[in-house]
């Protein structure tokens, strides 16, 4: 039996949840499994780990363990293993969840990380932005990685495209999946470790997070951040209207930007609903639009006010990152 404070076993618990999966793709991996003084979670693309005390070992599906604890309002807890389940035991109150004695998750596999390197402190930014521009088309599996080069960091989707350009420390290319670099910004990652199948981010609490690298060849997307056009002042105010706009951006997240002669027109569109706003702006070309992440336009609205408008394509550079986009035409008002 464990003494356990409460709080500090659900944010224990929390820290390793961006290697859990809703479903079970592997085994186990919507689990927590319990070895070895550790936590471990494991989606096949993400491990994550940290301490724990609880002397247990086995595995325990996550959401209703994580729920209970959540609930419970005692400080402290008894926890046990108790013929095949796991108990939670508070003040006039206990619950049983099924333990898993035998654990399959194929943790093994997860190599040890050894030398840990600082990382750059605009690692967590650049990869936060070019996020916004990885595909989700399975079927081009590159462009749903982000490509981590020891120079740069960027991401494609063959509609738009990004580059931040940063010392990463990194010894080769990489690609990562997108979705498998989204944990790391909540840990608040100070240092990161290489090793041939893997690479792994460590934050100051000490939780590891293991992310399953991929050395296929990217594609060069340099020649493409390459236009000249009109320059284009974004509108004022921008920042609040996409900030309307987005609570309507379902689905591929995005919201639509309409360019006309002295008009800018912002439109953000789900299965709920929809909201759209037409602005001033001194834009005099074709009438052209296209789409983009509110979080991204909202990050470019604080860095930059100009914008290229080319044949075909905008681009923007932000000071930071170069992004550029492809157009289509406007279809009536």
Known sequence: MTHVIRRDLLKS????????SKKEVIEQSSCFVFKGGQVITFNDEVACSTSCNLDVEGA???DPLLSLLGKLQEDELEVD?????LVVKGKRRKAGIR???????PVDGIETPEKWKKLPAEFLEAVGVVQNCVSQDQSQFVLTCVH???EQVEACDNFQLIRFPIKTGLTKPTLVRGTALSGIASMEVKEFSETENWLHFRGPSGVILSCRRYMDKYPDIGPLLECKGEKVKLPKGLDGVIDKAKVFSEGDGNVVVELRSGKTRITGRGVNGWYSEVMDTEYAG???RFAISPKLLLEITKQTEVM??????????????TFVVCTGEVEGE
């Open 286 to 288: 074709e009438d052209t």
């Open 60 to 62: 325990v599906v996550a």
């Open 81 to 85: 293993a108790v013929d095949g389940e």
């Open 99 to 105: 333990l898993e004695s035998e654990i399959s998750l």
């Open 13 to 20: 618990l929390e820290s390793v949840a961006p290697g859990l």
């Open 148 to 150: 981590l080069h020891p």
């Open 308 to 321: 290229t408008v080319a044949e075909g394509r905008i681009k923007i550079d932000s000071g930071k990152f």
